[in-house]
């Protein structure tokens, strides 16, 4: 390993690609400073002494690596790419170097460099462990769940005991919708480390996502018997008793909640909800009046103080309230609902529904200009006659407030469309 010379001292660069989080070795008064510097977060300090050498044409990968790494601790990772390319064209076989580069791209957002980055170093060492996380966790934060899946699946075959790759795994199987692979990945990992709170919330919320509610009790009142101030599972503890029908437990478990720091207007609601359910008008009205102070947003919030108001013979407040609930839904959920509806008709090639659902949901959200894109995309693929199809693609160009994808998907078929009708028109003339 070579020696790297600074302008006025002489430090040798002890030349171990290392990668990013795992110790420094061999740490002795013969460490260079660079590495010194680098343990102690002092990354400016790695730059000053770096970057005159990387001018002077030296061509030491080691130079390259290391002043990437100092522009990434200061998250300039457009520079930190500059020395990590380098590093990486005088050293293509390095993998410290590729998964360097491949971080800094995905911290960049720029996933398919990152993707490239990560397929490279797996090529270099098939079986290199944190390439293989690294890449699942790439795929993972970019939703592409199909592609993290199975890298998740070999790791924790290797390892059933690692729980950070356990914890992977079950969220990653929660959003494929996979919850029975998902539990034992979280039971795994919650066995493991049962005083772990976060994993025992987010068991809890998969038991509660699949009704399964003496399974999330369980593993609630486990968690509480070790974190019994915790206003997240108290407040999910209160959860599962409300679905369970036990209203007077729930109350004392939202109560609980707010008295250990949960203010939030979704425990209001369900406290005074709670109260609703078990008879006790007066503390709902109070509870329901405390959510809808903090957000005013929630239709159902209105909704239930509504009923509660002429529970208690309010009866011009609960109309007042009620009417606002109305006027909440409709501005807020409907019009995803008919969205939802018209593409779901889509899909079954029910284009008469598909349209009449959009038309729908486009008059209570006339602003919403990708709607206009799917009416368009609906009368394109299901009718002969062009003529509509390029009516919406000009109505929903001419709002410019698309995607840039779908800008450019309608500008492209709009196109082809007026194509269509001009031969279908010099046809007719004939």
Known sequence: MMNVRFSSKVFPLLGIWLFTGVAWAQETRDISSVRLLLGEGNYQGIIDALKPVSQTGNH??????????????????????????????LNPASIPAVLALGRSYESLGLTLRSEEEYLHALSLEPMNRMVRLNLAKMYAE?????????????????????????????????????FDESIISYERAFRKNPRNSVIALELINVYLTTE????????????????????????RRGDIAFREGMYVYAVTMYQRAI??????????????????????STGAEISLQQSFAIDTTDASTPF???????????????????????????????????????????????????????????????AKADLLFHLATVYDKQY?????????????????QGGLDLTEYARKRLGSLK???????????K
């Open 419 to 429: 194509e269509r009708l001009h031969f279908q028109s010099a046809v007719l003339k």
């Open 259 to 280: 008295d250990h720091g949960d203010s939030s207007a979704s425990v209001w609601k369900m406290l005074g909800t709670a109260q609703h359910f078990s008879g006790n």
């Open 212 to 235: 399964r509610l003496i399974s999330a009790r369980r593993v609630a009142d486990r968690g509480l018997e070790v974190h019994p101030e915790n206003a997240a599972l108290i407040r």
């Open 304 to 366: 239930y103080l509504g009923v509660v108001k002429r529970n208690l013979n309010k009866l011009d407040e609960s109309l007042a309230l009620l009417h606002r609930a109305v006027r909440l839904l409709t501005a807020g959920l409907l019009p995803d609902v008919y969205t939802q509806l018209a593409v779901t008709n889509g899909e079954l090639n029910n284009a008469r529904h598909a349209i009449r659902y959009f038309k729908k949901a486009l008059e209570l959200n006339p």
């Open 60 to 89: 030491a990968p080691e130079v390259y690596y290391y002043l990437g790494l100092a522009y990434q601790g200061l998250s300039d990772h457009e520079k930190a790419i500059v020395a990590f390319e380098r590093a990486k064209q």
């Open 142 to 178: 970019a939703k592409r769940w199909d592609k993290a899946k199975p890298l998740y699946e070999r790791l924790t075959a290797e390892d059933t005991s690692n729980v950070f790759v356990q914890i992977q795994m079950a969220r990653t199987c929660a959003a494929l919708d996979m």
């Open 384 to 400: 002969a006659d062009p003529t509509v199809a390029s009516l919406y693609y000009q109505k929903f160009l001419s709002s410019s």
